[in-house]
């Protein structure tokens, strides 16, 4: 695609075959809609809801627990079939629901197309819809109108547009014509472009389409967010390893079973069972669907937090995050333009409050001053107020906004010394106005009245101008300065000394204006050169995107908890380097050396960028392509990344992030669309918060994992044992499937419930490469199911004694029973329940009652007694169960107790 920022408009008209004076004809409209198309973003075909459902089978736990059922069905055991279809249906729609609003980011950027255009087509003004332009077609632009496609512009009236959407940039731009860059500038420094979902905030230009539909900047991330790839989260990697592992596993254990047993001449059916029912006992049938509700659990708690998923399996991503890329404009700052720093001759004064707000002080060092009892203050921020387009409004008990930014700032810093703009604007009436333009860099308005201040050696009431401007242009239009107690005259000295104090204020990243005044004389020349002549020298306003009061301290929980923070934003770089510093991004030291723009982007390649990465702590005036390279630095050296935004060019980034977390309030529709999370109340503090309950549910899930698992290495072994002693089968396939999906799933549901352990904190992330399970807890969870086991044999071997039916009986009436007591130790693996407390988690306790429960109907009502194959036993046996069943607490207590003396010595 030709870059037409480096063109001239006669050349880019000539390269176009538009003609100036008439625009395009019908037949060649015609023509170029053939060749390129609508002016419109196009879709790649989206995956159907039964193409979604079918997609939710693929995981090898899932297939295996297919093939079980089938293998049921089979051998007549269709009970067994139809609960575990039943299962992996219920997952399945889960996963359906949840995914099936995931896919609507470009439907979000249709919505930024202007549905409407004027066009300048055979001589004549027409409106057209905005999806018939074509490249070479004359636009005409005005002040609200939506930018309908990207185009060159040709003439310019003071005209800005507000490109922060697209580059970040909080300021509105100003937009020149006539600008003719001899190098390549980065997107947010293209003065003679305008781009397609942007806004024209003020003035008027005609313009040139070079670009349509997916041609287009905003064309060019659609296509970016369809060519990514949906990323998987840490856990959904960890359990697809472990679900092969453990599938793999289970086969060829139930192969060799099945193998041995008929090598030493057992019966080959009877064999072929008992491998059935090993397999049954191996997989965690309840599994899939503990994961899937504990986390749509953690949804809803995150909600109520103001963290909104939108991806199921995503909750536990930013638990596990080591790196978080943040945007700057609307994320981290308010994104409204705040005054900060008044100065006039011999003071500096500091502004407090919040950005929308009246109240606030003026700070003479720690001193607060009333700045209507100062009159060069008072008339500093009068000028302000009146030479100024914008308008503050009510809408219920918020206040809005209406205008460029810097002047809303301007109304606000006047507002909070007591200066308002409906009353003032009625005591000096503007008469006439000098709009501002990019040539003079200043504007002025001509106002009657009498001025509110005492400003010595002029009349109370009279004609007065007010002006603004860029400081360095404003000063030479200066003669005077309103000193301490009188006007001054403008001495080299006295220019000299505001030029620092201009400059003092712009290596803080402040934005400067200076403003100045004089009386004018009914009947002087009306001229724009002549009014703004001989003017008295005010003072500067300096103002800034602030940060958010809460970021800070966010910013500083993250760190405390491992977390690297990366701004990343289309700003400028000094602005970007002023506020991480506020912010206390940048390690000690060396702060210029963790600053890097788009253009020394440029110059690394990918694998020097990758080495660069980890010291970098602010990327300024970057691209969309270049958020992306970085995304991808970060995940070559083993991140896992959480990305923030809120623009249409965050959205390619919040799609291949590990969890892209857009801002609900001020975030366009595309990155709330693209994103897996969003923060109801763009407040970054959540980020924080959802840190901590991503970690409190991948902890929870562990549990529940821990505890199934070591569930069902009792059943395998216990089985496994049986067989190589030449037993009957202890167990059978309908009683390991009860015992899988009802003792064992209901209490480690409530697992997933349980409340956090102290210190979640204060922990670094998990090691991205960590499995699922840690050496130290791999051995806790093989020491806990080869307990488990050995009590079940022996419940096994005691009733076996009188008959097989009552020794798996009672094997399986201990092995049911004992997860409910066992499911305790797993409250912590570190601390003793009773430091944890046996009532801290009241689902559990509801999941062991209702678990126990059911598991006494299946004991003592006669038909179901009947389908699990139960027979009668004696006070004795019940004891006898009763001491196995409470066996497993106290051996977990006794083996944390010397496992955690042992770590801590």
Not at 319 to 332: F, N, P, Q, R
Not at 874 to 884: C, E, P, R, S, V
């Given at each position: 695609?030709k870059?037409?920022?480096?063109v ?5 008209l000539?390269l ?20 390129y198309?609508r002016?419109?973003?196009k ?6 809801v ?6 939710q ?9 297919l093939?079980?059922a089938?293998?049921s069905?089979?051998?007549g055991?269709v009970?067994?079939a139809v ?6 249906l ?18 979000a ?18 409106e ?23 185009a060159?512009?040709?003439?310019t ?12 940039e ?5 937009k020149?014509a006539g600008?003719?860059p001899?190098t390549?500038?980065?997107?947010a ?6 781009y397609m ?10 313009a040139?389409?070079t670009?349509t539909?997916m041609e ?17 989260t ?11 592992q ?6 060829l254990?139930c ?5 041995m047993?008929?090598l ?23 599994l899939?669907a503990i ?19 939108r ?9 596990a995050?080591?790196v978080i ?9 308010q ?15 500091t502004?407090?409050?919040?950005s929308m707000?009246d109240?606030?002080e003026?700070l ?18 009068l ?5 100024n ?5 009510w809408e219920?008990?918020e ?7 810097t002047e809303?700032a301007l109304l606000v ?6 200066l308002?703009?409906?009353e003032l ?6 008469i ?6 990019s ?5 002025s308005?001509?106002h ?7 400003v010595?050696?002029l009349?109370?009431d ?8 860029a400081?360095d ?15 001054e ?26 403003l ?7 009947g002087?020349a ?12 005010l003072?500067f306003?300096g ?23 990366k ?7 000094d602005t970007?380097?002023a ?28 694998e020097?960028?990758?080495e660069?990465?980890?010291?970098l ?18 995940k070559?050296?083993g991140e ?6 809120d ?14 977390t857009?801002?609900g309030r001020?975030g366009?529709?595309v990155?709330?669309?693209a994103?897996?999370?969003?923060l109801a109340?763009d ?19 562990k ?8 569930c ?11 067989v190589?002693l ?12 009860w ?5 064992d ?18 922990r670094?992330?998990?090691p ?5 399970f ?10 806990f199911?080869l307990f488990?086991?050995?009590i079940?044999l ?6 076996r ?7 798996q009986?009672?094997?399986f ?17 570190r ?32 038909f179901?007694?009947e389908i699990?194959?139960?027979?009668a036993?004696?006070?004795a ?15 977990g207590?006794?083996w ?10």
């Amino acid at each position: 695609m030709k870059d037409y920022s480096q063109v001239t408009p006669e050349e880019t008209l000539r390269l176009l075959a538009t003609d100036p004076e008439k625009g395009l004809s019908s037949s060649l409209v015609a023509a170029r809609q053939d060749e390129y198309g609508r002016n419109e973003l196009k879709e790649k075909r989206r995956q159907t809801v039964w193409e979604m459902f079918l997609l939710q089978f693929r995981e090898f736990l899932i297939l295996l627990l297919l093939g079980a059922a089938l293998i049921s069905v089979l051998l007549g055991e269709v009970t067994d079939a139809v609960v575990i279809f039943l299962i992996v249906l219920i997952n399945g729609i889960f996963g359906v629901v949840q995914e099936f609003k995931a896919e609507k980011a470009v439907e979000a950027l249709q919505t930024l197309s202007a549905p409407k255009a004027k066009v300048w087509r055979e001589g004549a003004v027409a409106e057209v819809p905005a999806v018939d332009l074509v490249p070479g077609d004359l636009v005409l632009l005005e002040t609200g109108d939506l930018i309908p496609a990207d185009a060159r512009l040709l003439e310019t009236v003071e005209f800005r547009t507000d490109e922060s959407a697209l580059t970040g940039e909080s300021v509105p731009v100003e937009k020149d014509a006539g600008d003719l860059p001899q190098t390549l500038k980065p997107l947010a420094e293209r003065k003679n472009m305008v781009y397609m979902g942007t806004i024209a905030v003020a003035g008027r230009a005609r313009a040139v389409v070079t670009a349509t539909g997916m041609e287009t900047e905003i064309g060019r991330i659609a296509g970016m967010i369809q060519e990514s790839k949906a990323e998987i989260t840490p856990l959904q990697k960890k359990l697809k390893v472990f679900g092969k592992q453990l599938g793999f596993s289970v086969i060829l254990i139930c192969v060799g079973i099945f193998v041995m047993g008929v090598l030493r001449g057992h019966e080959p059916f009877g064999m072929f069972m008992t491998a059935v029912t090993l397999a049954v006992a191996a997989v965690p049938e309840g599994l899939p669907a503990i994961v899937t509700i504990v986390l749509a659990l953690g949804v809803q708690r995150m909600a109520a937090r103001n963290a909104i998923i939108r991806r199921l399996s995503a909750v536990e991503a930013l638990g596990a995050a080591t790196v978080i890329c943040t945007d700057k404009t609307g994320t981290l700052t308010q994104n409204r333009m705040t005054v900060q720093a008044a100065v006039v001759d011999g003071a500096a004064y500091t502004v407090t409050g919040e950005s929308m707000g009246d109240r606030g002080e003026f700070l003479l060092g720690e001193a607060a001053v009333d700045p209507l009892t100062v009159p060069r203050l008072g008339m500093l921020l009068l000028t302000g107020l009146l030479c100024n387009d914008a308008r503050l409004t009510w809408e219920g008990k918020e206040r809005r906004a209406i205008g460029d930014p810097t002047e809303t700032a301007l109304l606000v810093a006047a507002a909070k010394a007591g200066l308002f703009q409906h009353e003032l604007a009625a005591e000096l009436l503007r008469i006439k106005e000098y709009p501002f333009n990019s040539t003079r860099k200043r504007m002025s308005t001509i106002h009657q009245g009498k001025l509110p201040f005492f400003v010595p050696g002029l009349p109370a009431d009279d004609l007065w101008v007010f002006t603004k401007g860029a400081p360095d242009v404003l000063l030479k239009k200066c003669r005077h300065y309103l000193g301490k107690n009188s006007i001054e005259e403008l001495t080299p000295a006295a220019r000299e000394k505001f030029t620092n104090l201009n400059r003092e204020l712009a290596d803080k990243a402040l934005r400067v204006l200076g403003l100045a005044f004089r009386p004018f004389q009914e009947g002087e020349a009306g001229g724009v050169a002549d009014v703004e002549n001989d003017l008295i020298f005010l003072g500067f306003l300096g103002m800034i995107d602030p940060p958010r009061p809460e970021a800070r301290p966010a910013i500083d929980l993250c760190r405390k908890a491992g977390i690297k923070i990366k701004m990343i934003t289309g700003d400028h770089r000094d602005t970007t380097r002023a506020i991480a510093a506020e912010l206390g991004l940048f390690a000690c030291g060396h702060e210029e050396e963790q600053v890097i723009t788009g253009e020394e982007l440029d110059r690394l390649s990918q694998e020097e960028l990758a080495e660069r990465v980890g010291e970098l702590a602010v990327f300024a005036r970057v691209s969309p392509t270049h958020k992306v390279r970085i995304l991808e630095a970060l995940k070559a050296n083993g991140e896992i990344v959480a990305m923030t935004g809120d623009g249409v060019n965050d959205a390619p980034a919040l799609k291949k992030a590990d969890i892209g977390t857009a801002m609900g309030r001020t975030g366009t529709d595309v990155a709330k669309q693209a994103s897996d999370m969003v923060l109801a109340d763009d407040n970054f503090a959540t980020i924080v918060r959802a840190v901590q309950e991503g970690r409190i549910i991948f902890e929870n899930i562990k549990k529940a994992i821990y505890f199934l698992l070591s569930c069902n290495l009792g059943e395998v072994v216990t089985i496994l044992t049986a067989v190589l002693l030449g037993w009957s089968v202890p167990l059978l396939p309908i009683q390991v499937l009860w015992v899988n999906l009802v003792t064992d799933s209901f209490p480690a549901l409530a697992l997933g419930v349980d409340p956090p352990e102290k210190g979640i904190m204060d922990r670094r992330p998990r090691p991205p490469q960590e499995g699922i399970f840690t050496p130290g807890d791999r051995r806790t969870l093989l020491t806990f199911g080869l307990f488990i086991a050995f009590i079940t044999l022996i419940a096994f071997s005691t009733g076996r004694q009188e008959s097989v039916s009552k020794g798996q009986s009672m094997a399986f009436i201990t092995l049911s029973l004992c997860q409910l007591v066992h499911v305790l130790n797993f409250r912590s693996l570190r601390e003793s329940i009773f430091q944890r407390g046996l009532l801290g988690n009241k689902p559990l306790l509801l999941g062991v009652l209702a678990a126990g429960l059911l598991q006494a109907a299946v004991i003592f009502l006669p038909f179901l007694r009947e389908i699990f194959r139960i027979v009668a036993l004696t006070a004795a046996d019940w004891w006898y169960i009763f001491g196995l069943v409470l066996s497993p607490l106290v051996f977990g207590e006794i083996w944390k107790f010397l496992v955690f003396r042992r770590r801590q010595g």
